[in-house]
């Protein structure tokens, strides 16, 4: 069993800019390729970065590459979202979630991850 827990979410102005951390917990020794997604009221689940269980490999979803960074830090087993030049259309529940079991070519596909977490708002207002 795997535990994800995301915070950092929060209400800000367009163009600000907020990081998203997700800690993992449950499974000593595990190291799991894992990624974001995010929910909007209304519209379905979408893909938004996924992290290689090295680091090594990064994917975006195209609305926020160039804005988005993912990264992982495995001491603390942590996954991280830096979310720059945030949009009003970035508005959304935030999820994390891991590949435990599995495997996933780019990450982008939301039945490819095993654990998921409870999320976090992000607002950005206009």
């Known amino acids: 069993q795997v535990q994800l827990v995301e915070s950092g979410g929060g209400l800000v102005q367009a163009g600000d800019s907020l990081r998203l951390s997700c800690a993992a917990s449950?499974?000593?020794?595990?190291?799991?390729?894992m990624g974001w997604f995010r929910q909007a009221p209304g519209k379905e689940r979408e893909f938004v970065s996924h992290?290689?269980?090295?680091?090594?490999?990064?994917y975006y979803g195209d609305s926020v590459r160039g804005r988005f960074t993912i990264s992982r830090e495995h001491l603390k087993n942590t996954v991280y979202l830096q979310m720059n030049s945030l949009r009003p259309e970035d508005t959304a529940v935030y999820y994390c979630?891991?590949?435990?079991?599995?495997?996933?070519?780019?990450?982008?596909?939301?039945?490819?991850?095993?654990?998921w977490g409870q999320g976090t708002q992000v607002t950005v207002h206009s």
């Open positions: 979630a891991a590949i435990v079991w599995g495997h996933s070519n780019n990450g982008a596909r939301a039945n490819d991850y095993d654990y």
């Open positions: 449950g499974r000593p020794g595990g190291t799991y390729a």
């Open positions: 992290i290689s269980w090295n680091g090594a490999t990064t």
